[in-house]
């Protein structure tokens, strides 16, 4: 598992980042959204309204005025000063009116409208007054009453047309509001499905492709840049992570069903050899140890390649059974120093021809491990003998080991030899695989290595450079008392 | 030797006729009396007539197998030196019947000469056991 950390450190900005604080914010937002919509609505209905009233009002204005000019054509036609008692009256309500309508005047008709409707009016008053003292008017001044009475109607009337031009206006954009509230909607609900689709539906689309691929057996990851923060990306690294261990346990459980098969079929086969291998042996050493002296020096080198020859079938035969014995290992607690060292005597003539040198770096208090003596040395032997065949000329072999874990031992065999080119490393534990020429390697050694250090409950792995050399790590099982079967130790060493 | 005392006696038994067509005059050769079965029963038949000094015997073998064989052995005549060959694979067993009191055992393949170390490993044993008694 690497570094996939489920729901941990969620911080105040690594919230945002999910797919559900996405949709959260949308849909408070357009929560927010619906709310001031609303608002908005229900102000604009209630604007209206009082709008309509205020109309009524600016009509009665104008009818109001529309009277008082009445009663002053009737005065200037008739000269009865009774019309401008009548007309006063309705002056009066005139300027109260229009006193508590100032802020709206102003508003229709914009700033100062209100104070010169006012002084208008006051002029009109006064002339009104006067003529009604004098009983009389003068040219002049009816002529500047018909101006002034001319000027409020205009007014009155400009605003009442006003007033309903911005209901009109008004009305209009009350009854826009649906439409910008549907657009809106259309924008978020586009914005909703483009999440869901692009951040869920499609990454879900591309798991279910490769959990069927998987299903399949290819376990090569969801390709894409998964870095994100949210949900999906969290499950797409968490389901890689998976197919990369569901790979490797794979490979290793193939690769042990493949030994186990190959092996009880070696172990038929070599069973059945053993018995006419034992017999060629046989016959020629009677033909050596009988009539030695009657064979020619010609016939008796032949009688020795012979035995010779099957010794070395012998040796095969011994190896397949050793990589196929499917009997339960006796472990006992074994000091790691004399198993390398009784070990490394029995190739020490070799190293030393070769010219090779060898390294021993074995902590004195390093714990016991638990192993089977005989089946450690041939690990180790064989281990040895490949490092040995690697180096052409002159390099070095080290040993060593150190602990692993609370539980493991792990052995390094390093050499400086040639190296194991990269697509060979994955073969060089199959049985029979071997890149050196004919009658010089079975190409046994690694994988009866490979079996018995399973059997040790361990494992092995390998790491190598092309020229530079490779290493072999052996991870052995640490000793603990309750592990061991006491008492096994001396036949152990006894038989190795 | 063969005048002071009688022949040391071997029987030898394993199913591969040819160990038996080998060793037999090899080993008669070197001074000793024997008698080779290649079938487990007539063996059995044989060692209930008479004892031997040595008994040599295969362990995997059709019928009855060697591991029967040498207990009968033992236990009819106690002092008889039992030789085991076995193939590889078998060393676990072979050892196993080193609790039987089973006194060596040679893995296949073998040498002759490596037969007649222990035959006469077994036979100095016989002695040394026949002068303490
Ligand atoms: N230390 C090493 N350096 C370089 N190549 C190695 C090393 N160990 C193993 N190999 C490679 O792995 C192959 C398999 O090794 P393995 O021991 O199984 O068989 P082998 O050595 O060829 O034959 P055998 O061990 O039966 O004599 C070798 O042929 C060699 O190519
Ligand atoms: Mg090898």
């Known amino acids: 598992m690497q570094n996939f950390c489920a729901g ?53 204005l104008l009818n109001d005025i529309l009277e008082v000019r009445r009663y002053e054509k009737n005065f200037l036609l008739y000269g009865d000063p009774k019309n401008l008692t009548e007309s006063l009256v309705y002056l009066k309500d005139t300027r109260i009116t229009i006193k508590t309508l100032a802020k709206d005047i102003d508003r229709v008709m914009g700033k100062g409208t209100y104070v010169k409707f006012a002084n208008l009016l006051e002029k009109y008053s006064f002339i009104v007054d006067n003529s009604l003292k004098n009983k009389s008017i003068t040219s002049e001044d009816a002529e500047k009453l018909r101006t002034y009475g001319k000027k409020l109607v205009d007014i009155a009337n400009s605003l009442v047309s006003r007033k ?31 999440l869901v689709f692009q951040r869920l539906l499609k990454p879900l689309k591309v798991i279910e492709d490769t959990i069927e691929r998987v299903g399949r057996g ?53 069973h059945e050899l053993n018995n006419p291998l034992n017999n060629i042996c046989l016959c020629a050493d009677t033909l050596i140890e009988e009539y030695a002296d009657e064979l020619s020096p010609e016939v008796r080198e032949l ?17 397949l059974l050793d990589f196929s014995r499917t009997d339960r290992l006796v472990l006992s607690c074994l000091d790691l120093r004399e198993v390398i060292q009784k070990t490394y005597r029995l190739v020490k003539n070799q190293i030393m021809l070769a010219g090779i040198r060898f390294e021993m770096d074995i902590p004195d208090d390093l714990p016991k ?18 490092a040995i065949q690697a180096i052409e000329s002159h390099g070095s072999i080290t040993v060593r080991a ?88 001396s036949v152990n060493s006894g038989s190795g | 030797m063969e005048t002071t005392e009688r022949k040391t006696t071997i029987l030898l038994l394993d199913d591969e006729p040819i160990v038996c067509k080998r060793l037999k005059p090899y ?42 064989f040498l207990t009968r052995v033992k236990e009819k005549s106690p002092s008889t030196q039992v030789i085991v060959i076995t193939g590889f694979a078998t060393m676990e067993t072979a050892k196993q019947s080193f609790q039987k009191g089973v006194f060596d055992f040679v893995a296949k393949p073998f040498k002759l000469s490596e037969i007649h170390e222990i035959v006469r490993r077994a036979e100095k044993k016989l002695r040394q056991e026949a002068a303490s008694m």
Not at chain 1, 177 to 185: D, E, I, R, S
């Open chain 1, 8 to 60: 941990s450190s969620v911080t105040g900005d690594g919230m945002a980042r999910t797919i559900r604080a996405k949709i959260l914010a949308i849909t408070v937002v357009s929560l927010l959204f619906t709310c001031m919509v609303s608002l908005i609505y229900v102000w604009q209905i209630m604007n209206l309204s009082r709008m309509l009233f205020n109309a009524q009002r600016f009509e009665d």
């Open chain 2, 27 to 68: 080993l008669e050769k070197n001074g000793y009396e024997v008698e080779t079965f290649t079938d487990s029963s007539k063996a059995m038949g044989r060692i209930e007539e008479r004892d031997f000094d040595i008994v040599i015997t295969d362990l995997k073998m059709e019928g009855i197998d060697g591991m029967t």
């Open chain 1, 303 to 319: 009688v020795f390649d012979i035995i010779q020859q099957a010794e070395r079938a012998a040796d095969i035969v011994k190896n």
């Open chain 1, 369 to 386: 491990v638990l192993g089977h003596f005989r089946s450690l040395q041939q690990i180790f032997l064989n281990l040895f003998l490949n």
């Open chain 1, 218 to 270: 290819d376990f090569s990851p969801i390709p894409g840049e998964w870095s994100e923060e949210d949900e999906i990306s969290r499950l797409i690294r968490a389901f890689n992570s998976m197919a990369h261990e569901l790979q490797v346990n794979q490979e290793a459980l193939i690769q042990s069903r493949k030994i186990a098969a190959i092996g009880t079929f070696t172990a038929g086969i070599a």
């Open chain 1, 164 to 194: 309903r031009k911005l209901i009109r206006k008004t009305f209009g954009h009350t009854a826009a509001v649906p439409f910008v509230f549907l657009g809106v909607f259309v924008i978020v609900a586009t914005l909703m499905v483009q």
């Open chain 1, 402 to 489: 150190v602990e692993d874990s609370n539980e493991f031992i792990r052995v390094d065999v390093i050499d400086t030899g040639k190296g194991i080119k990269p697509e060979d490393l994955k073969h060089i534990f199959t049985p029979f695989y071997t890149t050196k020429g004919v009658g010089r390697g079975t190409g046994l050694g690694l994988s009866v290595t490979y079996s018995l250090v399973k059997k040790h409950g361990g494992h092995i792995e390998v790491e190598s450079e092309i020229g530079r050399g490779s290493k072999f790590s052996v991870y052995l099982r640490r000793c603990k008392p309750e592990l061991c079967e006491n008492g096994e130790r």
